[in-house]
């Protein structure tokens, strides 16, 4: 079964500091991979997509990583702010034109 | 540009009433999907529109049903409402040549009462 798992669930930190958030998929074929930015009650905003042959992708301070072969992905946030508290979804596209198979997200809170 | 537009922002409705949601792709975009978004859960895909015909759909009962127009606009209508049908719903849209690029609504949120 197609499966995107997320951890941690919830993550809270300090305005400044970096964060690490996690993605495990079971996702086959593989076809690419995204991290998602929802802010409460809106919808999500991509902030990187990375396909098979690409292992990290930045965008701001925003960076992730792919290891194809352990079917592990990770975003790092660095120096936070709190305009960053926000969920953050995994999301893997099975196959060309397949729907996408979603994680549950990491809700993370950056406070003061 | 116009980004994807959805109305209404918010509906408040009573189980058993039937309710229509819309969504307006992103300029040139001709693909719209539907997902279903419960507080603390990522979204949940219902099915997707190409060519007004519905083309791939989850695991969502036919109560679920949808339509697309040849303007490329969609509407997501849900019959004989249950409380757990209280959601965030997200219309995304993108280029069929292109399904990577998918593009999100600012979703509407839908009570059941």
């Known amino acids: 079964k197609n499966q995107v798992e997320q951890s941690p669930q919830s993550l809270i930190i300090l305005e400044g500091k970096n964060c690490t958030l996690q993605?495990?998929?079971?996702?086959?074929?593989?076809?690419?991979l995204r991290w998602y930015k929802q802010d409460t009650g809106r919808g999500p905003v991509s902030l990187t997509i990375m396909t098979f042959s690409e292992n990290t992708k930045s965008n701001g301070r925003y960076t992730a990583t792919l290891d194809a072969d352990t079917k592990q992905s990770s975003l790092h946030i660095t120096a936070s702010q709190l305009s960053d508290s926000a969920s953050y979804i995994c999301?893997?596209?099975?196959?060309?034109?397949?729907?996408?198979?979603f994680g549950p997200g990491t809700r993370l809170s950056v406070l003061p | 540009d116009a980004g994807v537009t959805q109305s209404p922002t918010h509906l408040i409705k009573t189980r058993g009433q039937q309710v229509t949601l819309r969504c307006s792709p992103k300029?040139?975009?001709?693909?719209v999907s539907w997902y279903q978004q419960a507080l603390g859960q990522g979204p949940q895909f219902i099915f997707q529109y190409y060519e007004e015909e519905e083309r791939q759909r989850g695991n969502f009962p036919d109560r679920f049903s949808g339509h697309q127009f040849p303007n490329y606009s969609s509407e997501l209508n849900v019959n004989a409402l249950l409380l757990g049908d209280s959601a965030l719903y997200l219309c995304a849209s993108s280029l069929e040549a292109a399904s990577y690029e998918q593009y999100f609504g600012p979703g509407t949120r839908l009570t059941v009462t």
């Open positions: 300029s040139g975009h001709d693909t």
């Open positions: 993605c495990n998929y079971t996702v086959s074929p593989f076809s690419n």
């Open positions: 999301v893997v596209q099975a196959n060309y034109g397949q729907n996408f198979v």
